[in-house]
Antibody, heavy 123, light 106 residues
């Protein structure tokens, strides 16, 4: 299993951005893909998750309306998108795949992680 | 488990046992996962479903979860175990991470 994320980005506040995570070595449509943010020097924060098989998408309460998660089954790629970046969006963004089924509210961890995409937003 | 609380830091001598706790309301009602993150690297799953070690994780790592507290225990701690450790669980349809614990092997 390999998750390859797009390269670092430097943007200004108000600009749009889409970063990607391409999966290989497994059936992309069969496993949930999550996005996790890590602000500089801080901990992990879950943003949301998508099931590429049917595009079922869930967002954290804090990220709902702030980002859009999508998946392209033709290219085995999951994406995280902003329509208007803020300086507070600066951080490292990871995609991660759950190796087993997720039972929301009960179980589901992430066995495989991408290398991360550093997003820097200046005001 | 809307909020998971971890100690900011844990120190241990080489060869000794390190215990990292993760506390949250009704944490025992869901499974807990643990990740190790070393500087400049992506997180790495070291414990799944409370106490299942993923392939390749040394048997020195063990886990438990009961009531309000989950614990990751590392026996015979080595210098290579240094890093940040995060617990993770689900609260309804939201995934929650603990704040992280920095493990120092002195």
């Amino acid at each position: 299993v390999q998750l390859v994320q797009s390269g670092p980005e430097v943007k200004k506040s108000g600009e749009s951005l889409k970063i990607s995570c391409q999966g290989s070595g497994y059936t992309f449509t069969g496993y949930w893909v999550a996005w996790v943010r890590q602000m500089p020097g801080k901990g992990l924060e879950w943003l949301g998750i998508i099931y590429p098989g049917d595009s079922d998408t869930r967002y954290s309460p804090s990220s709902q309306g702030q980002v859009t998660i999508s998946a392209d089954r033709s290219t085995n790629t999951a994406s995280l998108e902003w329509s208007s970046l803020k300086a507070t969006d600066t951080g490292m963004y990871y995609c991660a795949v759950a190796g087993q089924a997720i039972n929301f509210g009960v179980s589901g961890g992430f066995d495989f992680w991408g290398q991360g995409t550093l997003v820097t937003v200046s005001s | 488990s809307s909020e998971l609380t971890q100690p900011p830091s844990v120190s241990v001598s080489p060869g000794q046992t390190a215990s990292i706790t993760c506390s949250g309301d009704n944490l025992g009602d869901s499974f807990v996962y643990w990740y190790q993150q070393k500087p400049g690297q992506s997180p790495f799953l070291v414990m799944s479903q409370d106490n299942r070690r993923p392939s390749g994780v040394p048997a020195r790592f063990s886990g438990s979860n009961s009531g309000r507290t989950a614990t990751l225990t590392i026996s015979e701690t080595q210098a290579s175990d240094e890093g940040d450790y995060y617990c993770q669980a689900w609260d309804s349809s939201s995934l929650v991470f603990g704040g992280g614990t920095k493990l120092t092997v002195l």
